[in-house]
């Protein structure tokens, strides 16, 4: 025969065990911060696709843009693969050498990267939504 035992917990053990929990949730709250973006900025990239990345936790496209006679490489973030994949994004979307204009979100700090906010794709039609922090 099993026996059951009930558990009591005194109101220290369970403050302790809220703030416990409390301080693995902030590392979550953090890592989907928006800090290191422009938000209230945005920059438009004329490019090739140089790579989709679909992966988690973020998707990302390299987009090689024409600049002083050279290309430079810059890195757009962009929503999970599950986000994308339900607003009608597949990992075949977007190949190498596909004509693009992006509009990002850019970077604080002056790196080439930013997040997308929206874009044209090489039919000429525009990317359904891909990231839930960007805004028009």
Not at 102 to 114: A, M, S, Y
């Given at each position: 025969?099993?026996?059951?035992?009930?558990?009591?917990?005194?109101?220290?053990?369970?403050?302790?065990?809220?703030?416990?929990?409390?301080?693995?949730?902030?590392?979550?709250?953090?890592?989907?911060?928006?800090?290191?973006?422009?938000?209230k900025g945005s920059?438009?990239?004329?490019?090739?696709?140089?790579?989709?990345?679909?992966?988690?936790?973020?998707?990302?496209?390299?987009?090689?843009?024409?600049?002083?006679?050279?290309?430079?490489?810059?890195?757009?973030?962009?929503?999970?693969?599950?986000?994308?994949?339900?607003?009608?994004?597949?990992?075949?979307?977007?190949?190498?050498?596909?004509?693009?204009?992006?509009?990002?979100?850019?970077?604080?700090?002056?790196?080439?990267?930013?997040?997308?906010?929206?874009?044209?794709?090489?039919?000429?039609?525009?990317?359904?939504?891909?990231?839930?922090?960007?805004?028009?």
């Open positions: 025969m099993r026996l059951m035992r009930r558990v009591h917990f005194s109101s220290a053990a369970l403050a302790a065990m809220t703030v416990a929990a409390s301080l693995f949730a902030l590392p979550c709250a953090a890592h989907h911060s928006s800090a290191q973006f422009d938000v920059l438009t990239l004329h490019g090739t696709v140089r790579l989709f990345q679909w992966t988690n936790p973020h998707c990302f496209i390299q987009v090689l843009v024409p600049a002083h006679g050279a290309q430079t490489e810059w890195s757009v973030e962009m929503g999970a693969p599950s986000q994308l994949y339900r607003n009608g994004w597949r990992p075949s979307t977007l190949k190498p050498g596909d004509r693009v204009t992006i509009v990002i979100r850019p970077l604080k700090d002056g790196r080439t990267g930013g997040l997308f906010v929206s874009g044209v794709g090489p039919s000429g039609a525009p990317f359904k939504s891909a990231s839930p922090r960007a805004r028009s």
